[in-house]
Protein backbone atom coordinates (compact mmCIF):
# COMPACT_ATOMS: atom_id res chain seq x y z
CA UNK A 1 0.00 0.00 0.00
CA UNK A 2 1.55 3.68 -0.75
CA UNK A 3 0.19 7.14 0.26
CA UNK A 4 -0.61 9.65 -1.34
CA UNK A 5 -0.97 13.36 0.48
CA UNK A 6 -1.84 16.72 -0.71
CA UNK A 7 -2.80 19.88 1.18
CA UNK A 8 -4.27 23.12 1.24
CA UNK A 9 -4.41 26.48 3.52
CA UNK A 10 -6.47 29.52 3.09
CA UNK A 11 -6.29 32.86 5.32
CA UNK A 12 -9.48 33.58 3.40
CA UNK A 13 -11.74 36.31 3.27
CA UNK A 14 -11.65 38.09 6.62
CA UNK A 15 -9.05 36.90 8.67
CA UNK A 16 -5.41 38.98 8.42
CA UNK A 17 -3.37 36.39 9.15
CA UNK A 18 -3.35 32.46 8.37
CA UNK A 19 -2.66 30.77 12.35
CA UNK A 20 -3.19 27.33 10.87
CA UNK A 21 -0.49 25.61 9.79
CA UNK A 22 -0.18 21.65 8.49
CA UNK A 23 2.80 19.15 7.83
CA UNK A 24 2.80 16.34 5.05
CA UNK A 25 5.73 13.71 5.25
CA UNK A 26 4.72 10.54 3.33
CA UNK A 27 8.33 9.03 3.75
CA UNK A 28 7.77 8.92 7.84
CA UNK A 29 3.61 8.61 7.08
CA UNK A 30 3.12 11.43 9.43
CA UNK A 31 0.72 13.97 8.33
CA UNK A 32 -0.57 17.30 10.83
CA UNK A 33 -2.80 19.75 10.86
CA UNK A 34 -2.98 22.63 13.63
CA UNK A 35 -5.24 25.79 14.13
CA UNK A 36 -3.54 28.41 16.55
CA UNK A 37 -5.12 31.27 18.76
CA UNK A 38 -4.27 34.18 19.99
CA UNK A 39 -4.02 37.84 19.57
CA UNK A 40 -1.38 39.72 17.56
CA UNK A 41 -0.26 36.48 15.21
CA UNK A 42 0.52 34.38 17.84
CA UNK A 43 -1.80 31.93 16.69
CA UNK A 44 0.34 31.30 13.57
CA UNK A 45 3.59 30.62 16.44
CA UNK A 46 1.37 28.34 18.19
CA UNK A 47 0.41 26.20 15.44
CA UNK A 48 3.69 25.72 13.62
CA UNK A 49 5.34 25.35 16.63
CA UNK A 50 3.17 22.89 17.63
CA UNK A 51 3.15 20.97 14.17
CA UNK A 52 7.16 20.75 14.10
CA UNK A 53 7.38 19.91 17.77
CA UNK A 54 5.13 16.92 16.76
CA UNK A 55 6.73 15.85 13.65
CA UNK A 56 10.41 16.19 14.93
CA UNK A 57 9.41 14.10 18.13
CA UNK A 58 7.64 11.17 16.03
CA UNK A 59 10.16 10.82 13.22
CA UNK A 60 13.38 11.42 15.72
CA UNK A 61 14.87 8.91 18.09
CA UNK A 62 12.83 9.37 21.86
CA UNK A 63 14.45 11.19 24.03
CA UNK A 64 15.42 10.12 27.85
CA UNK A 65 12.17 11.15 29.37
CA UNK A 66 9.52 9.82 25.90
CA UNK A 67 11.85 6.31 26.60
CA UNK A 68 10.96 6.07 30.35
CA UNK A 69 7.55 6.94 29.71
CA UNK A 70 7.32 4.03 26.84
CA UNK A 71 8.97 1.79 29.43
CA UNK A 72 6.70 2.91 32.46
CA UNK A 73 3.84 2.20 30.33
CA UNK A 74 4.93 -1.77 30.14
CA UNK A 75 3.33 -2.24 26.73
CA UNK A 76 4.98 -4.69 23.82
CA UNK A 77 2.22 -3.70 21.81
CA UNK A 78 3.85 -1.41 19.12
CA UNK A 79 -0.18 0.66 18.73
CA UNK A 80 0.01 1.05 22.19
CA UNK A 81 3.54 2.34 21.88
CA UNK A 82 3.18 4.50 18.76
CA UNK A 83 -0.12 5.97 20.45
CA UNK A 84 2.01 6.89 24.14
CA UNK A 85 4.52 8.66 21.82
CA UNK A 86 1.69 10.55 20.11
CA UNK A 87 0.72 11.74 23.18
CA UNK A 88 3.93 12.57 24.52
CA UNK A 89 4.72 14.39 21.36
CA UNK A 90 1.32 16.56 21.74
CA UNK A 91 2.50 17.46 25.38
CA UNK A 92 6.18 18.45 24.02
CA UNK A 93 4.45 20.82 21.84
CA UNK A 94 2.35 22.13 24.57
CA UNK A 95 5.24 22.62 26.80
CA UNK A 96 7.41 24.69 24.16
CA UNK A 97 4.59 27.08 23.65
CA UNK A 98 4.33 27.59 27.34
CA UNK A 99 7.56 28.64 27.14
CA UNK A 100 7.73 30.33 24.81
CA UNK A 101 5.05 32.59 25.77
CA UNK A 102 6.70 33.29 28.58
CA UNK A 103 9.44 34.95 26.97
CA UNK A 104 7.47 36.76 24.64
CA UNK A 105 4.66 38.33 26.74
CA UNK A 106 2.88 39.47 23.26
CA UNK A 107 2.27 35.81 22.60
CA UNK A 108 0.80 35.21 26.43
CA UNK A 109 -2.19 33.05 26.15
CA UNK A 110 -1.54 31.69 22.74
CA UNK A 111 -2.76 28.05 21.96
CA UNK A 112 -3.51 25.65 19.08
CA UNK A 113 -5.60 22.59 17.83
CA UNK A 114 -3.71 19.36 17.18
CA UNK A 115 -4.96 16.53 14.64
CA UNK A 116 -1.59 13.62 14.17
CA UNK A 117 -2.72 10.82 11.76
CA UNK A 118 0.48 8.40 11.59
CA UNK A 119 0.37 5.09 9.13
CA UNK A 120 2.49 2.59 10.07
CA UNK A 121 1.98 -0.08 7.53
CA UNK A 122 -1.58 -0.98 7.74
CA UNK A 123 -2.39 0.80 10.62
CA UNK A 124 -3.65 4.27 10.96
CA UNK A 125 -2.76 5.89 14.53
CA UNK A 126 -5.15 9.38 15.36
CA UNK A 127 -4.58 11.76 18.17
CA UNK A 128 -6.31 15.29 18.35
CA UNK A 129 -6.96 17.70 20.77
CA UNK A 130 -9.73 20.96 20.09
CA UNK A 131 -12.03 20.59 17.29
CA UNK A 132 -9.23 20.11 14.36
CA UNK A 133 -10.64 16.77 12.91
CA UNK A 134 -10.15 13.52 11.24
CA UNK A 135 -12.77 11.98 8.61
CA UNK A 136 -12.18 8.40 7.26
CA UNK A 137 -14.15 7.92 3.87
CA UNK A 138 -14.34 4.13 2.73
CA UNK A 139 -16.82 2.58 0.21
CA UNK A 140 -18.07 5.74 -0.77
CA UNK A 141 -18.78 6.45 3.28
CA UNK A 142 -17.62 9.41 5.39
CA UNK A 143 -16.95 8.53 9.15
CA UNK A 144 -16.04 11.21 11.48
CA UNK A 145 -12.95 9.84 13.68
CA UNK A 146 -12.60 12.35 16.35
CA UNK A 147 -14.95 14.04 18.48
CA UNK A 148 -14.32 17.76 19.48
CA UNK A 149 -12.83 19.27 22.39
CA UNK A 150 -15.49 21.85 22.96
CA UNK A 151 -18.11 22.99 25.71
CA UNK A 152 -20.97 22.12 22.83
CA UNK A 153 -19.69 18.97 22.23
CA UNK A 154 -19.56 17.95 26.07
CA UNK A 155 -23.41 19.44 25.92
CA UNK A 156 -24.51 16.87 22.68
CA UNK A 157 -23.23 14.25 24.46
CA UNK A 158 -25.13 14.51 27.41
CA UNK A 159 -28.32 14.95 25.36
CA UNK A 160 -28.94 18.58 26.10
CA UNK A 161 -28.30 20.17 22.28
CA UNK A 162 -28.40 18.71 18.86
CA UNK A 163 -25.34 18.54 17.01
CA UNK A 164 -27.55 20.53 14.12
CA UNK A 165 -28.19 23.40 16.97
CA UNK A 166 -25.08 23.38 17.87
CA UNK A 167 -23.70 24.84 14.23
CA UNK A 168 -25.73 27.77 14.86
CA UNK A 169 -23.74 28.61 18.42
CA UNK A 170 -22.23 31.70 19.06
CA UNK A 171 -19.65 30.19 21.32
CA UNK A 172 -19.08 26.69 19.62
CA UNK A 173 -15.52 27.08 18.97
CA UNK A 174 -15.04 27.53 22.65
CA UNK A 175 -12.70 24.43 23.60
CA UNK A 176 -12.25 22.01 26.22
CA UNK A 177 -8.46 21.68 26.09
CA UNK A 178 -5.70 23.19 23.38
CA UNK A 179 -1.81 22.62 23.21
CA UNK A 180 -0.49 25.28 24.60
CA UNK A 181 -2.99 27.36 26.59
CA UNK A 182 -4.11 24.90 28.54
CA UNK A 183 -0.62 23.20 29.47
CA UNK A 184 -1.02 19.47 29.93
CA UNK A 185 -3.18 17.82 27.39
CA UNK A 186 -4.95 14.73 27.00
CA UNK A 187 -5.35 13.99 23.83
CA UNK A 188 -7.70 11.22 22.34
CA UNK A 189 -6.07 8.24 20.49
CA UNK A 190 -7.57 5.64 18.57
CA UNK A 191 -5.82 2.65 15.66
CA UNK A 192 -7.37 1.50 13.04
CA UNK A 193 -6.82 -0.59 9.99
CA UNK A 194 -5.84 1.04 6.97
CA UNK A 195 -7.38 -0.53 3.56
CA UNK A 196 -6.70 0.50 -0.39
CA UNK A 197 -8.95 3.12 -1.05
CA UNK A 198 -9.23 4.78 2.25
CA UNK A 199 -8.94 8.91 1.90
CA UNK A 200 -8.11 10.30 5.20
CA UNK A 201 -8.98 14.10 5.43
CA UNK A 202 -7.58 16.39 8.41
CA UNK A 203 -8.94 19.93 8.55
CA UNK A 204 -9.68 22.95 10.52
CA UNK A 205 -12.79 24.34 11.76
CA UNK A 206 -12.59 26.71 8.89
CA UNK A 207 -13.41 23.73 6.78
CA UNK A 208 -16.41 22.25 8.86
CA UNK A 209 -18.29 25.61 10.30
CA UNK A 210 -19.37 26.03 6.46
CA UNK A 211 -19.92 22.77 5.46
CA UNK A 212 -21.48 20.01 7.49
CA UNK A 213 -20.95 15.96 7.14
CA UNK A 214 -22.96 15.08 4.37
CA UNK A 215 -22.27 18.00 2.22
CA UNK A 216 -18.01 17.05 2.67
CA UNK A 217 -19.17 13.35 2.08
CA UNK A 218 -21.03 14.39 -1.57
CA UNK A 219 -17.91 16.27 -2.17
CA UNK A 220 -15.31 13.40 -1.51
CA UNK A 221 -17.33 11.30 -3.14
CA UNK A 222 -17.15 12.93 -6.62
CA UNK A 223 -13.61 14.71 -6.85
CA UNK A 224 -10.34 12.74 -7.43
CA UNK A 225 -8.11 12.53 -4.85
CA UNK A 226 -5.08 14.42 -6.17
CA UNK A 227 -8.01 17.65 -6.38
CA UNK A 228 -9.92 16.87 -3.12
CA UNK A 229 -7.83 19.50 -1.01
CA UNK A 230 -8.32 22.11 -3.11
CA UNK A 231 -12.10 21.39 -3.78
CA UNK A 232 -12.79 21.17 -0.20
CA UNK A 233 -11.44 24.43 0.55
CA UNK A 234 -13.20 26.16 -2.15
CA UNK A 235 -16.26 24.77 -1.33
CA UNK A 236 -15.64 25.94 1.95
CA UNK A 237 -15.04 29.57 0.75
CA UNK A 238 -18.11 29.60 -1.42
CA UNK A 239 -20.46 28.19 1.26
CA UNK A 240 -19.21 31.66 3.11
CA UNK A 241 -16.30 30.84 5.79
CA UNK A 242 -15.00 33.43 7.33
CA UNK A 243 -12.33 31.40 9.14
CA UNK A 244 -8.57 30.44 8.09
CA UNK A 245 -9.01 26.64 6.22
CA UNK A 246 -6.67 23.79 6.01
CA UNK A 247 -7.24 20.36 4.51
CA UNK A 248 -4.71 17.56 4.33
CA UNK A 249 -5.76 14.68 2.68
CA UNK A 250 -4.29 11.43 2.56
CA UNK A 251 -4.99 8.12 -0.28
CA UNK A 252 -3.94 4.52 0.39
CA UNK A 253 -3.57 3.76 -3.34
CA1 LIG B 1 -10.08 28.14 13.03
Redesign the pocket.
Known amino acids: MELEGYARSETGPVREHN??AWKIDLEQGVFVVA?G?GGHAAGEVASHMAVETVHQTLVGAPDPEETRLVRDHESEDPADILRERLRYAMNQASIRIRREAELRPETRGMGT?LVVLVVDGDQAHLAHVG??RAYLFRNGRLVRLTRDHTVVQQEIDAGRLTPELARLLPHK?ILTQSVGFHGPVEPDTTTRMVETGDIFILC???MT?PLDDDAIQRIVANTPLDLLADVLVDEALKAGSE??ITVAVVGAV
Do not use: C
Request: no cysteine; aromatic share 0%.
Open positions: EDDMTDSHSDGDDN
